[in-house]
């Protein structure tokens, strides 16, 4: 059996090889590993360079991040999209957060940082692994008017209404650990159809005590196998067979 973790940090942590191989004894084969800003993007290619069958890059500029890029930050990201667009399977973490930027100058630099990957993604037909808070509307109606069709809203969290629209967009929705102790996360899991799910770690992080690695992803998909009461063949099969298509990995 194997998984694929579609949204992963992998830059962050200490030891990346022992992170790797302990992935790999779990079945995790694939690790899309996502950037926030041109810094992490690079030691992400480097990475890349050494896991190459592993190690998928996803080049982003997180709005966190962006809520504070400078006019050379963010023709760096262009640059570096433009330039490793034949290496990159995707784009992100990009998108928009209100929930705990609250700024409008920096909402704006966020929204317009966005929009720049929107266009990207577009031109190189790329997927968009996107971060949203409070926005799940506002980004929605974004990637309509762009045409955009392949785009996961990486662990949703907004309103069941605008995820019924998402799914009838045909958008991936990313599930992680928070499925062991979120009610929003299992009832988002619940109404997606699997087709639609993908597993993500968005390791290293503290899931109200237990550390995520991109290993994780094994137990995210025995918690999913539980909410949508099949076996754990048919959670592995479908979401890797659906990230294999949308990274075309
Ligand atoms: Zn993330």
Not at 103 to 115: M, T
Not at 135 to 143: A, D, F, P
Request: aromatic share 10%.
């Amino acid at each position: 059996m194997s998984f694929i973790d579609v949204h992963c940090h992998i830059y962050e942590f200490d030891d990346v090889v022992s992170t790797i191989n302990e992935a790999l004894s779990k079945g995790v084969n694939k690790i899309i590993g996502v950037g926030e800003d041109p810094e992490s993007n690079r030691k992400l290619l480097e990475i890349h360079e050494m896991f190459s069958d592993v190690v998928y890059p996803s080049i982003g500029f997180h709005p966190w991040e962006a809520a504070n890029a400078s006019r050379d930050d963010i023709n760096e990201f262009k640059l570096q999209v433009e330039k490793y667009s034949d290496i990159i399977v995707g784009i992100g973490e990009v998108g928009i957060d209100k929930r705990f930027v609250r700024s409008e100058e920096k909402i704006k630099r966020q929204i317009e940082v966005f929009e720049v990957a929107v266009r990207l993604a577009r031109e190189y037909d790329l997927p968009l692994n996107i971060h949203c808070m409070k926005t799940e509307r506002e980004v929605l109606r974004i990637l309509i008017e762009n045409d955009i069709v392949k785009a996961i809203f990486h662990w949703y969290t907004g309103s069941y209404e605008v995820l019924r629209e998402i799914i009838q967009h045909g958008y991936y929705v990313s599930v992680n650990l928070s499925l062991r102790y979120s009610s929003r996360a299992r009832g988002v899991a619940e109404r997606a159809p699997l087709g639609l799910i993908l597993l993500e770690s968005d390791s290293p992080y503290y899931f109200k005590g237990e550390y995520a690695t991109p290993a994780s992803v094994a137990k995210v998909a025995e918690l999913l196998a539980r909410i949508k009461e099949v076996d754990l063949k048919t959670v592995a099969h479908i979401t890797t067979r659906s990230a294999q298509l949308l990274f075309s990995i």
